[in-house]
């Protein structure tokens, strides 16, 4: 009976570390959301290229280092916190979103928007983002298509085609960040086509989150490795508690 006891206490001990093993491997798999571009500039914000009747290209580069790990995007969020138009809706049109690995930086952008379009360029969302609107609201654009970066490939590439905008309730401008060497942009000067190239601004854009939604991500292959580690352990200690 005192061995049975043992043995229940001592499956309880394994029951514990093999939980203790998952929640590891949860915590080191999850992706959190990424925020580039903060603090937003006080009092100030950009219409370009979401809030505005902007009929041109735009894009937006956001460094590497501000990714911790690789993520899968299923939705960007742009804020209206600091400029406040009383803007009832947001501008209809038809926006055509793309994202891409590229070896352009914050400060190494071409004025040519073909240039900076790097590798694994991918349409992300084509629609109208009409809607009900108050300051302070968040612009969140769903992916059709989640876009897989990895960060130790290169730099993120936001790319916007924007047509038939007009914004008849007013302006709505975005937060922005006018000293962060980590975002800059090319875009069409008055926001009227500007053809194969723009204007370029080293360090200025728009504070962009990048979400990973309810995607859940697969463990890297040291996680899976560590886990195992980590459950040969637990049942080595099990043997061994029992053998006693």
């Not at 998952?22 to 009092?43: E, I, N, Q, R």
């Not at 490795?225 to 043997?239: H, I, T, V």
Request: glycine share 10%; aromatic share 12%.
């Amino acid at each position: 009976m005192q061995h049975a006891a043992s043995y229940v206490f001592h499956g309880r001990r394994f029951s514990s570390a093999l939980l203790a093993c998952l929640f590891l491997l949860t915590a080191m798999s999850a992706f959190a959301d990424v925020t580039v571009g903060l603090p937003a500039d006080p009092g100030t914000g950009n219409c370009f290229p979401f809030g505005c009747a902007y009929n041109a290209e735009y894009q937006q580069v956001y460094t590497s280092s501000q990714f911790a790990a690789p993520i899968a995007i299923t939705d960007l969020e742009f804020y209206n916190t600091q400029v406040n138009t009383s803007a009832p809706e947001m501008n209809s049109g038809t926006w055509t979103i793309s994202l891409s690995t590229t070896t352009a930086d914050w400060d190494t952008l071409a004025s040519t928007f073909a240039s900076n379009i790097g590798s694994g360029n991918t349409v992300v969302f084509s629609g109208n983002l009409s809607q009900v609107w108050a300051f302070g609201d968040t612009l969140t654009i769903d992916l059709s298509t989640p876009f897989n970066y990895n960060p130790a490939n290169g730099n993120l590439l936001m790319d916007v085609v924007a047509s038939g905008t007009s914004a008849p309730g007013g302006n709505i401008y975005f937060d922005t960040n006018s000293t962060d060497s980590s975002i800059g942009r090319v875009y069409c000067s008055g926001g009227i086509a500007c053809g194969a190239s723009g204007v370029v601004n080293d360090g200025y854009g728009l504070v962009t989150t990048f979400s990973t939604g309810s995607t859940t991500p697969v463990p890297e292959p040291a996680s899976v490795g560590l886990f195992g580690l980590l459950m040969a352990g637990a049942g080595l200690a099990y043997r061994r508690r029992l053998s006693r």
